[in-house]
T-cell receptor, first 113, second 111 residues
Framework: EAGVTQSPTHLIKTRGQQATLRCSPI?????VYWYQQALGLGLQFLLW???????NRGNFPPRFSGRQFPNYSSELNVNALELEDSALYLC????????????FGPGTRLTVT | SQQGEEDPQALSIQEGENATMNCSYK?????LQWYRQNSGRGLVHLIL?????REKHSGRLRVTLDTSKKSSSLLITASRAADTASYFC???????????FGEGTQLTVNP
């Protein structure tokens, strides 16, 4: 069974640009979570989608947004990139609203110059 | 904000020794999970312990949970060089919700 996949692996953008990161959950999983792992800040929760709806959002500005498609894959968009947005962005999926185990993808390394 | 705090921040041991990492948290939880991360890559799920459980085993891993002290420990027995990684605890407060991660323990197992 394929795990969570993310693309691209690496992304280099300049300040002010927009970045789009993609995630495909494990087959049968309906919930997708996004986390940011920035140097010195640890792993921080960004967004949670389930059944196409945004269920919860972390303490991030509105320029961080996303969506979940009918096939449960998800997209994270970061507008007006700032240098401090440079981080590893991790996507995780879980099997249902009541399942607590989250399985993570390999991440997208975003570098903003 | 990070709820969990791992202790120690870094641990270096010899192959074959046991490694113990601790995690403390601040609020009531439903579950506590432990993850491993190799060199800034994705996280690998190790074990989940529910708030009504006190101890759980999986292979060479043993996890304990003390909800009265709001703490958990991860024991890796007979460590191997391949166990070298960062280990994180993560808690969730309600079912299927966001995970709050600790700062992590960097474990180095020397061959």
């Amino acid at each position: 069974e394929a795990g969570v996949t993310q693309s691209p692996t690496h992304l280099i953008k300049t300040r002010g640009q927009q970045a789009t990161l993609r995630c495909s959950p494990i087959s049968g999983h309906t919930s997708v979570y996004w986390y940011q792992q920035a140097l010195g800040l640890g792993l921080q929760f960004l967004l949670w989608y389930d059944e196409g709806e945004e269920r919860n959002r972390g303490n991030f500005p509105p320029r961080f947004s996303g969506r979940q498609f009918p096939n449960y894959s998800s997209e994270l968009n970061v507008n007006a990139l700032e240098l401090e947005d440079s981080a590893l962005y991790l996507c995780a999926s879980s099997s249902s609203f009541l399942s607590y185990e989250q399985y993570f993808g390999p991440g997208t390394r975003l570098t903003v110059t | 904000s990070q709820q969990g705090e791992e202790d120690p921040q870094a641990l270096s041991i010899q192959e074959g020794e046991n490694a113990t990492m601790n995690c403390s948290y601040k609020t009531s939880i439903n579950n506590l999970q432990w993850y491993r991360q190799n060199s800034g890559r994705g996280l690998v799920h190790l074990i989940l312990i529910r708030s009504n459980e006190r101890e759980k085993h999986s292979g060479r891993l043993r996890v304990t949970l003390d909800t009265s002290k709001k703490s958990s420990s991860l024991l890796i027995t007979a460590s191997r060089a391949a166990d070298t990684a960062s280990y994180f605890c993560a808690t969730d407060e309600t079912s299927g919700s966001r995970l709050t991660f600790g700062e992590g323990t960097q474990l180095t197992v020397n061959p």
